[in-house]
């Protein structure tokens, strides 16, 4: 399994154009992707600011996701919102309750 991690802080007047564009990506993935093992996006209470955990099955499904269709339209949509580009990160899983 290959772990990700994202943050990003969307402009103020843009969080509900955020999270729609948000919703509409992580359908897409959930339809569309099923290497993707989990695609989970959270905004932090009470800020403009996002995180997102993803988990790939493997190196090919996470290839896949970054050359996907709806993965460019994301960028396209959602980098405009932002303050600055997303961070992403690989993390590695100490532990979960995920099955």
């Not at 405009?80 to 997303?86: D, G, R, S, T, V």
């Given at each position: 399994?290959?772990?990700?991690?994202?943050?990003?802080?969307?402009k103020p007047d843009k969080v509900r154009d955020a999270t729609?564009?948000?919703?509409?990506?992580?359908?897409?993935?959930?339809?569309?992707?099923?290497?993707?093992?989990?695609?989970?996006?959270?905004?932090?209470?009470?800020?403009?600011?996002?995180?997102?955990?993803?988990?790939?099955?493997?190196?090919?499904?996470?290839?896949?996701?970054?050359?996907?269709?709806?993965?460019?339209?994301?960028?396209?949509?959602?980098?405009?919102?932002?303050?600055?580009?997303?961070?992403?990160?690989?993390?590695?899983?100490?532990?979960?309750?995920?099955?």
């Amino acid at each position: 399994m290959i772990h990700k991690l994202a943050s990003f802080t969307v402009k103020p007047d843009k969080v509900r154009d955020a999270t729609r564009t948000i919703a509409a990506f992580v359908d897409a993935i959930k339809r569309d992707e099923p290497g993707v093992a989990s695609y989970e996006s959270f905004q932090i209470a009470g800020t403009t600011a996002f995180r997102h955990t993803m988990t790939f099955r493997d190196a090919k499904a996470e290839q896949r996701h970054r050359t996907a269709a709806h993965t460019t339209a994301f960028v396209e949509a959602l980098y405009p919102l932002c303050e600055e580009e997303p961070d992403f990160v690989d993390a590695t899983l100490v532990r979960s309750t995920i099955r």
